[in-house]
C-alpha cells in the first residue's frame, strides 16, 4: 500500500479550496518528503475527515487544491489512559501508539514512588513535544482525532476522575484484564485504564483504587514496563470495545 502524507489544515475545509501549509508542513512537503505539483496528499480539517488534496504549482511554495468530497477518519475509542511518570523517551512512546491507535485521552500521572517531577515549565516543554509526537502518528494512521494530552495529575485525582468505572493494571491483581473488560466499553461511555510506573504502586494506593470500585487486573506472570504495560492495556480495552473491529468500509456505512 503506497503511503499518503497527511497535513492538518486547522481551518473549515471546502471542496476547490486552495490552502497553504504552515512552516513545518511547508518545509516537509516541498524537502523533506518532496513532493511536486500533481502529487497527491490528504487533508485532515477541523472536523476530522480526510480530504484528497493536490499540491498545486505556484513557483515551489506549498499550496495544496483540495478535492471534491472528504472520507470519514476512525472514530476515537471510548477509551483513556493514565499512565505513570517514566524516562520521557518511553512516555513518547506511549504518546505515539496511543495516538496511532485513537485513543481518546492520555494523562500522566504521579504516585507515591514516584520520587523525580517535573517542573511546570518543564512539563509544558514536554507536553508540547508530546503532542508533536502524537500528531505526527496521528497523521501516519490516518486519524482525524488527535489523543488529548493531560497531566500530571495525582494518583488520587486520576482515581477520582474515572468515577469508580475503570481498571488498573498491577501484577498483584487477581483478575486478567481482558475478562474484565468483557463487556464494559461500549459507544455511550469511556473507560479508564490505570497503569503505573515502574515501580509500581503502594498497598495503600491499591486499597485507594479498590475503595472507588475499580478492579485490579493483570496482564499476566511477567513483570512489565510501564510503557509495554500501556500498550498491551490499551489494545486489550480496544479490543473489547470493537474498536478494532471496525474496517473502513464499515465505518463509511455507518456515516
Known amino acids: 500500500m503506497k503511503h499518503t502524507f497527511r497535513y492538518r489544515a486547522g481551518m473549515p475545509v471546502q471542496p476547490g479550496m486552495h490552502l ?10 516541498v524537502r ?89 515549565d518543564s512539563w509544558r516543554r514536554r507536553r508540547e513535544r508530546l503532542m508533536r509526537v502524537a500528531e505526527a502518528a496521528a497523521r501516519q494512521a490516518g486519524q482525524g482525532h488527535l489523543v488529548e494530552i493531560d497531566g500530571i495529575v495525582p494518583f488520587e485525582q486520576a482515581v477520582s476522575d474515572t468515577g469508580g468505572d475503570g481498571v488498573l493494571v498491577d501484577p498483584r491483581g487477581t483478575l486478567p484484564l481482558a475478562a474484565a473488560l468483557e463487556g464494559r466499553v461500549d459507544d455511550d461511555a469511556r473507560l479508564a485504564v490505570i497503569v503505573g510506573p515502574d515501580t509500581g504502586f503502594t498497598d495503600a494506593e491499591l486499597t485507594v ?47
Open 20 to 29: 497553504q501549509l504552515g512552516t513545518q508542513d511547508a518545509h516537509h512537503l
Open 32 to 120: 523533506v518528503v518532496r513532493r511536486r505539483p500533481g502529487d497527491q496528499v490528504e487533508v485532515v480539517d477541523d472536523h476530522g475527515r480526510l480530504w484528497p488534496a493536490t499540491v498545486a504549482d505556484d513557483g515551489g511554495q506549498a499550496l495544496l487544491r483540495v478535492g471534491a468530497a472528504p472520507r470519514p477518519a476512525p472514530p476515537p475509542a471510548p477509551v483513556v489512559l493514565y499512565v505513570g511518570l517514566a524516562e520521557w523517551g518511553r512516555i513518547d512512546t506511549v504518546a505515539e501508539k496511543a495516538s496511532e491507535l485513537g485513543v481518546t485521552r492520555l494523562t500522566l500521572m504521579s504516585s507515591e514512588r514516584v520520587r523525580r517531577h517535573p517542573e511546570p
Open 209 to 255: 483504587a479498590r475503595d472507588a470500585g475499580l478492579d485490579i487486573c493483570t496482564l499476566g506472570a511477567a513483570t512489565l514496563r510501564t510503557e509495554t504495560a500501556a500498550l498491551v492495556a490499551m489494545t486489550l480495552a480496544l479490543q473489547a470495545s470493537g474498536h478494532l473491529d471496525l474496517s473502513s468500509e464499515q465505518h463509511d456505512a455507518s456515516e
